[in-house]
């Protein structure tokens, strides 16, 4: 149902290994090339318009896996081919390693794995491939546009304290009686016989309602 080639290799019919499930392998690969795999549905094939073909790599080792199988992208009715960029020098069987995602020109996933090991020439390419409802395989496949799309930090919030707040025009006046009233009650104690204040005691009472306000943010809310 499948067929598949690398550049240089001929082309190979994935065998069938499980319902819905095929695979084909590819030996000796160089670990100073990067490969171009091709996969199609093979031609006068029905494919199920409401399936989808997901396709998958592994590298092996002397029939050892060196990771878990790794999820390329995707054939479906409407999409029958694709071609991606595999790079086997930069496989690794950690599973931190980092892996970029391209759009090549066919719409397909462009492959990019980065680490310091390299594969030695004895390495063999497994390509999987599972058909899957197609709910199911869109669904994987935008997890993994995601997980590999650039992380973007968010903007820290603007830092606003209560003095960036407009008030309006009745909170300006409430705000400017409450100022005025506790400076007439605390300078009325001090008038003289000719009914003024000493501005040392104005003084006073400033130093005291800033020390109070600053202290003590609902000062002004607590005022009668």
Do not use: C
């Amino acid at each position: 149902m499948f067929g598949t080639t690398l550049a240089g290799r001929a082309v190979k019919l994935a065998d069938q290994v499980d319902n819905l499930k095929y695979a084909t392998t590819y030996d000796n690969i160089s670990p100073n090339r990067i490969f171009h795999l091709s996969i199609f549905v093979v031609p006068n094939v029905p494919f199920d318009p409401n399936y989808s073909a997901l396709i998958y790599y592994q590298f092996q080792k002397g029939g050892v896996p060196l990771s878990n199988f790794r999820l390329l992208g995707g054939l479906d009715v409407n999409k029958q081919s694709a071609i991606f960029k595999i790079n086997p020098e930069a496989y690794t069987n950690s599973e931190q390693q980092q892996q970029h995602q391209l759009v090549t020109t066919e719409g397909d996933l462009d492959m990019d794995m980065e680490t310091d090991q390299t594969v030695n020439a004895d390495t063999t390419l497994v390509i999987g491939i599972s058909v899957e409802p197609s709910a199911s395989a869109a669904l994987q496949l935008e997890q993994l546009k995601m997980s590999m799309a650039p992380k973007l930090a968010l903007p820290a919030p603007p830092n606003i304290s209560i003095q960036d707040i407009p008030l309006t025009k009745d909170q300006v006046e409430s705000v400017s009686n409450k100022i005025i009233k506790n400076a007439y009650d605390y300078l009325s104690s001090f008038v003289d016989s000719t009914n003024r204040v000493p501005i040392k005691k104005f003084d006073d009472w400033w130093a005291k309602f800033k020390s109070k306000l600053a202290s003590d943010p609902k000062f002004l809310d607590n005022l009668n």
